[in-house]
């Protein structure tokens, strides 16, 4: 049974489009996160959200929009997409914030053209 | 200067050798350590934590704090070439509220047979 599951796996879009990426958990978590890694390897946190509440937004821009409609789901709208936002996301979970371990998805591969 | 810094290798080690990998990190707050190992492809997953200066061990595996130093670093005993792949370095400071993970570029290790 998969803990933490993406879709899709693999996005290729043109510029402007909007694309939604979905994220799943079903470990029992109240936590779950949204990652950026770029091509460097650079893991970036994005958001966070604890029990359907956002606790943690980074320096996005506001063209991405994450929705919890509930504990077990976090999902990512990308607007109006642009190349340099071409990467992978992971979405992640874990028992409480902070500290504990965070369990992360199969991360999907967003390629703008 | 970077948040968390790590070499990005590649790191290559003989067979049977001891890794060596090394993170430095700028928030002399930081309360919790880890590391996590990422293969190609794939999504993080995490090998250890660490909390309180010293050394911990988990079989093939050592994690050493010097807080004094902000420096932590991981070996990994008894190399295998399925230990080939990047390790990345995280830091928390539950302090500041943000309760997210920091996580270094990482570094590449690669294990010869």
């Known amino acids: 049974d998969t803990a933490v599951s993406q879709t899709p796996k693999y996005l290729v879009t043109q510029m402007g489009n909007d694309k939604s990426i979905k994220c799943e958990q079903n470990?029992?978590?109240?936590?779950m996160y949204w990652y950026k890694q770029d091509s460097k390897k650079f893991l970036k946190i994005m958001f966070s959200?604890?029990?359907?509440?956002?606790?943690i937004n980074e320096t996005v821009p506001n063209r991405f929009s994450p929705k919890s409609p509930d504990k077990a789901h976090l999902n990512l709208h990308i607007n109006s997409l642009e190349l340099g936002d071409s990467a992978v996301y992971f979405c992640?979970?874990?028992?409480?914030?902070?500290?504990?371990?965070?369990?992360f998805g199969p991360g999907t591969r967003l390629t703008v053209l | 200067q970077k948040e968390v810094e790590q070499n990005s290798g590649p790191l290559s080690v003989p067979e049977g050798a001891i890794a060596s990998l090394n993170c430095t990190y700028s928030d002399r707050g930081s309360q919790s350590f880890f590391w996590y190992r990422q293969y190609s492809g794939k999504s993080p997953e995490l090998i250890m934590f660490i909390y309180s200066n010293g050394d911990k061990e988990d079989g093939r595996f050592t994690a050493q704090l010097n807080k004094a130093s902000q420096y932590v670093s991981l070996l990994i005993r008894d190399s295998q070439p399925s230990d080939s792949a990047t390790y990345l370095c995280a830091v928390l400071n539950m302090d500041t509220g943000r309760r997210a993970l920091t996580f270094g570029s990482g570094t590449r290790l690669q294990v010869q047979p």
């Open positions: 470990l029992g978590h109240d936590t």
């Open positions: 992640a979970s874990s028992l409480g914030g902070g500290g504990n371990t965070q369990y």
């Open positions: 959200y604890n029990n359907k509440e956002l606790i």
